[in-house]
């Protein structure tokens, strides 16, 4: 009896088998997919990230050079100018003017050598350091390899020496034009010129003689009203550029994510699925109160070509009007609503300006071997990635096919992570998704991503405060020296020391207004030029600099030059009285 149920249930047993293994002959051969690692959002996050620095190392260096030369030339200029009467001394006892330009020269070069060394030294080392170092607080990367790039270091030297030392041979020249007796005699200072605003009499007649004098100074030395206005508005517009750049990138997640994007969530559908699977997914949405709106849509990887070929993807919907709530289509300067219809696409600005195409215009699609021409119907606000909407309509006019779609649009009743996590995990048990990506983590990880930018704010805006006080605490010091026997006349007629800095502040605080206005209409259009160059070709950043960051830059400039003014108020003290009686005769 024992063997006999042994027998029957090994038979029952062999059967099961037999019926396993044709099940697995049944199976599908399995698919390779071949991924590149710019598949890696990690990776694609890292090289975006280095590209974003890259564009800003293109062109900060210049713009930095540039205040740097204005410092430079008026410190060696003023060198130069103030040992006149040793190179007076130096003419008149024979020395050729070569041997005396010779000795400038060489301390000009000694100067500019040094400090590029020096330059070269910080520059290589600790600022790729603290970017690196940021950086890996994003990402698992090893540590900074120094590689040497001789061809940038010797263009930086030789800038910057070639700036140092042509300053000194103008600023040698230009003296040793003069006779020794004239260079051994003190220089006569500049003298007084009506102004423009003494023409406007009504005006004119309401400054107090103080403030007349101010006016007719902030003239009278116009190389150094120029070279200090340049100052200011060259440090105010970095500022704004350099908090531009940040309300530019980081003000994308808040227009791309709340604004345009109305979903919360994408569920991918299943390949090949059964419309009774396709059912239940429509029938569970249905009855779910938690979901407000749900819209299933085809969503294709494509290639769009103009005048060259970008990726992006090509979303097609039954009607423009399905899409209110899930995705909002807009102008992007006036907010104006885009209307998606059947006669033809609504592309994306970032893709459009790509592509070198207009509404009207028409582009290739790309979708594997095929190939269709479509017409632009409209262009639509967007910010991160390429898309091409269109009707089901459409897309059958196009493709000569039915649409099948391939993912559904989800928006939740309420932003409760937990009510969200919930309702994702039941939509996931459902036979017909496979999958189901969250709007919130990928918001994070752009912005995580995006963070990266602030060390480079902040980097930009410790230089161009180096750069703005040393511009202003050079320039105060040039004014205080060119008009030290003038400001000692003024002691020894009774003015004191807080009277005395009254009058000296006065004409740098009018500078420094005048400066910062300047700079903030200049770092309007440097921001929107550099904006454009920083970006990459999946992105496109925000055309605004939002009205605080303008504050941010008029506050810090104001606070540098109150500095300089601070302690330029301890040379100003120290002026000696006897300086006026060192006058020309």
Not at 381 to 396: F, G, K, P, R, V
Not at 415 to 439: P, Y
Not at 562 to 585: F, H, T
Request: charged share 20%.
């Amino acid at each position: 009896d024992g063997k006999a149920e042994a027998e029957a249930e090994l038979a029952d047993a062999r059967s099961e088998l037999r019926d396993a293994r044709h099940k697995i002959d049944d199976i599908a051969d399995g698919e390779w997919y071949m991924l590149s690692r710019m598949a890696n959002i990690g990776f694609v996050g890292y090289q975006q990230d280095a590209e974003r620095m890259g564009n800003l190392a293109a062109v900060f260096p210049i713009l930095f050079f540039l205040v740097a030369a204005l410092v430079c030339l008026t410190t060696m200029t003023r060198m130069v100018q103030e040992q006149r009467s040793q190179i007076g001394c130096l003419d008149a006892l024979g020395y050729s003017k070569a041997d005396i330009a010779r000795k400038y020269v060489c301390y000009g070069l000694f100067a500019s050598l040094s400090g590029s060394l020096v330059g070269l030294a910080f520059g290589c080392t600790v600022i790729p350091w603290v970017i690196i170092t940021a950086w890996q607080v994003l990402y698992n990367i090893p540590g900074l390899v120094f590689a040497p790039q001789p061809d940038i270091y010797l263009l930086a030297v030789l800038a910057a020496v070639a700036c140092n030392t042509l300053a000194v041979i103008a600023a040698a020249i230009n003296a040793l034009r003069s006779t020794p007796a004239t260079l051994m005699r003190p220089r006569a200072p500049k003298p007084g010129k009506r102004v423009l605003l003494e023409r406007i009499k009504p005006l004119w007649a309401k400054l107090s003689f103080i403030h007349k004098v101010t006016v007719r100074n902030l003239f009278r030395y116009k190389k150094r009203f120029w070279m200090t206005i340049i100052g200011i508005a060259g440090c105010t517009a970095l500022i704004v550029t350099g908090f531009g750049i940040r309300d530019s990138i980081l003000d994308i997640m808040e227009l791309q994510y709340d604004e345009i994007y109305g979903y919360q969530a994408q569920a991918s559908l299943i390949d090949n699925y059964s419309q009774d699977e396709l059912q239940e997914v429509l029938e569970h949405l249905d009855k779910e109160e938690r979901i407000q709106h749900y819209l299933a849509y085809n969503q294709l990887s494509i290639n769009m070509e103009g005048e060259r070929t970008i990726d992006g993807y090509l979303c097609t919907v039954s009607s423009g009007e399905e899409l209110e709530g899930l995705l909002e289509l807009r102008t992007r300067q006036d907010h104006q609503p885009v209307e998606l219809d059947d006669q033809g696409l609504v592309l994306t600005e970032k893709a459009a300006d790509l592509l070198g195409v207009d509404i009207g215009d028409s582009i290739t699609i790309v979708n594997g071997d095929e190939r269709v021409s479509a017409t632009i119907g409209a262009i639509t606000e967007n910010y991160i990635m390429h898309y091409a909407y269109i009707t089901d309509a459409y897309y059958e006019q196009l493709f000569g096919e039915a649409v099948e779609d391939n993912a559904i649009l989800l928006s939740f009743s309420g932003n409760d992570e937990s009510l969200i996590d919930e309702v994702s995990s039941e939509l996931i048990s459902l036979d017909g998704i496979t999958s189901l990506s969250r709007i919130a983590a990928t918001r994070d990880t752009l912005t995580s991503s995006m963070e990266s930018v602030d060390y480079a704010v902040v980097l930009i805006i410790i230089c161009a405060a180096a750069l703005a006080f040393v511009v202003l605490y050079n320039l105060t010091n040039i004014n205080i020296t060119e008009r030290l026997r003038e400001l000692a006349t003024l002691k020894v007629l009774g003015f004191n020391d807080r009277e005395m800095a009254a009058f000296v502040y006065r004409e740098n605080v009018c500078l420094t207004i005048i400066g910062v206005l300047i700079g903030l209409v200049m770092g309007k259009f440097l921001h929107q030029w550099l904006i454009l160059t920083v970006e990459i070709d999946m992105v496109m950043f925000g055309r605004t600099v939002q009205p605080l960051s303008y504050l941010y830059a008029v506050g810090l400039t104001i606070i540098f030059s109150l500095l300089v003014n601070l302690l330029a108020n301890r040379k100003l003290r120290k002026i000696d009285m006897v300086e006026s009686l060192k006058s020309v005769e």
